[in-house]
Nanobody
Framework: VQLVESGGGLVQPGGSLRLSCAAS????????MNWYRQAPGKERELVAG???????NYADAVKGRFTISRDNTKNTTYLEMSSLKPVDTAVYYC???????????????WGQGTQVTVSS
C-alpha cells in the first residue's frame, strides 16, 4: 500500500493551496484519513481528519480556513487550505488506517510528505 501526496508549493500569505493524497495497492477498505504537519523544530501535529463516513475534525489553528474531504471511489483525500499564513509553513503528511485484502489486517500508513511554504 502507498500513499502519495501532491499539491504542495510556495504561496503568498492569504493564498490558497489544495493538497491531494491518493492511496493505492492491496486495499480492502480505508477507515480514517488524516493530514498532519511538521514545521522545522516542532513536533508533528494533527491538522484535520475525516472518517469513512465523512465526519471531520480540525485543529483549532486551522478551523474555518482548511477543509478536508475524501473521494472513496478514488481512495483519495484532499485538504483545501485558504487564508494561508506563514505559520502554516510545514511539511504536510497524509495518514490513513487501511485494511488490506486477504488477511483483513488494519495498518497505519503514511505518505512521504509535501512541503507547503507560505511566504511573501
Amino acid at each position: 500500500v502507498q500513499l502519495v501526496e501532491s499539491g504542495g508549493g510556495l504561496v503568498q500569505p492569504g493564498g490558497s493551496l489544495r493538497l491531494s493524497c491518493a492511496a493505492s495497492g492491496n486495499i480492502f477498505s480505508i477507515n480514517a484519513m488524516n493530514w498532519y504537519r511538521q514545521a522545522p523544530g516542532k513536533e508533528r501535529e494533527l491538522v484535520a481528519g475525516i472518517t469513512s463516513g465523512g465526519i471531520t475534525n480540525y485543529a483549532d489553528a486551522v478551523k474555518g480556513r482548511f477543509t478536508i474531504s475524501r473521494d472513496n471511489t478514488k481512495n483519495t483525500t484532499y485538504l483545501e487550505m485558504s487564508s494561508l499564513k506563514p505559520v502554516d509553513t510545514a511539511v504536510y503528511y497524509c495518514n490513513a488506517a487501511i485494511r488490506v485484502r486477504v488477511t483483513g489486517d488494519l495498518y497505519d500508513y503514511w505518505g512521504q510528505g509535501t512541503q507547503v511554504t507560505v511566504s511573501s
